[in-house]
């Protein structure tokens, strides 16, 4: 490790593990230094399921070895290697054992790490220089800005909105097929006989670098909800490349068409397990929007199931995006019908003779996912009609995998 005082010390977060960071601009491995630590807090400050630590403590592992093979001074904290418990502890620490002139980090995905960074800085009497995060679509202020004088937001006028600036699947200033949405043409449900031979999708074995993590996680975190011996995640970018063409080339053309269907003991279906890996940064949504389209241009897959797996990114993907930066910290805590339930315990375990609600949450447990029609219209809509308190639903730890990833080592999800 470098003992002159560097000139920047740039944050990385362990979900901004793009080695095009707007946060290396200018990196210069003479003067600055990468900063990377793992710490309990992000696991614990809601209960994660055991296979989300591991990916986010695999995937930063396998990006630091990737910087330092640049030949860039990284300091990495590692887990169980150093005392601190939070991001604002070691960050503390380490800017009075280094003082660096300033600090660089794109502006983290949650807003409880942002504004534990931001005091940090403050406290040590450091300049925080924030920069964008260009894994999101729509430019800094755009979504704000579109919200201004509506009397409703709604997520397919946004879309369009995005649509139109990005041209993806238009023709001139129209939608591709004359039409802005294909669900009519999608939802399609299995007959009585299932949906027989999936193409699954692309595994990723654990290495020795994962392998030495999932042994950290069962150690340091043996209580937490879930299991680890189905983990087969991509956790680089050469990884979420080959799921991204596997998922392409196998399952993409009836990805509409089953979209929202269930199965019982088919996890995956035909979606394309590659939420992680964009929320991770591990792979840029316009390569993945851009690759999707080109499928159907080809001719490999039909637009309504083109249509339908890019809505999800430059949909809803930057649509809660927005919504997140627009309406937090209040977002948190808002609870428009006054639902005061407790949240049952069987959320946690899976054990209940509800029949979708077990098969919802035994799979997420198994494998760390579940898709968007589990969560929302299973788990999350018994929550609703049961009244449950929101904040209890976004606590649970299920919930805490690679389906829906918010809290600190996170940015908002899409559902693809």
Not at 179 to 184: E, G, I, S, V
Not at 242 to 269: K, N, S, V
Not at 319 to 324: A, I, N
Not at 346 to 359: E, K, P, Q, R, V
């Amino acid at each position: 490790m470098p003992q002159t005082q560097p000139r920047h010390l740039v944050i990385i977060l362990g979900d901004q593990l793009d080695p095009a960071s707007a946060a290396l601009d200018g990196f210069d491995p003479a003067q600055d230094r990468l900063w990377m630590a793992e710490v309990p807090e992000e696991a614990t400050h809601v209960w994660s399921h055991k296979a989300r630590i591991a990916l986010f403590l695999a995937a930063m592992r396998h990006f630091a070895e990737a910087l330092r093979a640049r030949g860039w001074p990284v300091e990495y904290l590692r887990l169980g290697e150093h005392p601190h418990v939070s991001l604002a502890e070691a960050l503390g620490h380490s800017l009075a054992q280094a003082r660096p002139q300033g600090l660089v980090m794109v502006r983290a995905g949650d807003w409880r790490v942002q504004q534990s960074i931001e005091a940090v800085a403050r406290a040590a009497g450091v300049a925080l220089e924030v920069r964008a995060d260009r894994h999101f679509i729509a430019p800094p202020g755009a979504f704000a800005d579109w919200v201004h004088g509506r009397r409703e937001l709604r997520l397919e006028y946004w879309y369009r909105e995005l649509r139109r600036q990005t041209g993806l699947l238009m023709a001139g200033d129209q939608p591709a097929g004359g039409r802005w949405n294909f669900d009519a043409d999608n939802r399609k449900a299995f007959g009585p006989a299932g949906p027989g031979d999936v193409p699954r999708p692309r595994g990723f074995p654990p290495d020795a670098v994962t392998t030495e993590v999932l042994r950290l996680v069962e150690r340091q975190f043996p209580h937490h909800p879930g299991r680890l011996d189905r983990f087969d995640w991509p956790l680089t970018p050469a990884q979420a490349r080959q799921a991204l063409d596997d998922f392409i080339e196998h399952r993409l053309p009836r990805f509409g068409d089953y979209q929202d269907a269930m199965w019982t003991g088919e996890p995956w279906l035909y979606h394309s397990r590659l939420s992680a890996a964009l929320n991770l940064k591990l792979i840029d949504p316009m390569t993945v929007c851009r690759t999707a389209e080109a499928a159907w241009r080809s001719g490999h897959a039909p637009l309504a199931a083109v249509e339908g797996f890019i809505r999800q990114i430059l949909g809803w993907r930057e649509y809660v995006h927005g919504l997140y930066w627009l309406w937090m910290p209040e977002w948190l805590s808002w609870n428009a019908l006054d639902a005061q339930a407790d949240l049952p315990a069987f959320y946690w375990t899976g054990d209940t003779d509800m029949a979708c609600l077990c098969a919802a949450i035994g799979q997420t447990l198994d494998y760390g996912y579940a898709h968007h029609i589990q969560r929302l219209m299973v788990t999350g809509l018994y929550a609703l009609l049961a009244g449950v308190e929101p904040r209890q639903v976004h606590a649970c730890g299920i919930w805490r995998s690679m389906s829906m990833p918010w809290s600190g080592w996170s940015c908002p999800t899409c559902w693809a």
